[in-house]
Nanobody, 117 residues
Framework: QVQLVESGGGSVQAGGSRRLSCAASGLIFSTYTMGWFRQAPGKQRELVADISTTRITKYADSVKGRFTISRDNAKKTVYLQMDSLKPEDMAVYYC???????????WGQGTQVTVSS
């Protein structure tokens, strides 16, 4: 079955960096659009960034210029490099996969990112 496993979460001070990874299995990774979402306590889950099968990237306005999404199809892994972290970036981060043109279908279990000021 499909599995998405995130790693790289943890605690960081404001202004610092963190790289999240999401390893996929059970799917033809190169054919899926991959996304990173986050959910903070009391807030709705939001799309942070996604990367298409042709490596076209999109970002939420709140993270543009600070976060970078990338993918390694050979390793079946998607990354989220987070720089200049702010306390408002603190959330549980989830990776997700979807077939282009469809809704996100597969989700990871999430990884907590804590940013202290």
């Amino acid at each position: 079955q499909v599995q998405l496993v995130e790693s790289g979460g943890g605690s960081v001070q404001a202004g610092g960096s963190r790289r999240l990874s999401c390893a996929a299995s059970g799917l033809i990774f190169s054919t899926y659009t991959m996304g990173w979402f986050r959910q903070a306590p009391g807030k709705q889950r939001e799309l942070v960034a996604d990367i298409s099968t042709t490596r076209i990237t999109k970002y939420a306005d709140s993270v543009k210029g600070r976060f970078t999404i990338s993918r390694d199809n050979a390793k079946k892994t998607v990354y989220l490099q987070m720089d200049s972290l702010k306390p408002e970036d603190m959330a549980v981060y989830y990776c997700a996969a979807r077939i282009p043109g469809y809704e996100y279908k597969y989700w990871g279990q999430g990884t907590q990112v804590t940013v202290s000021s």
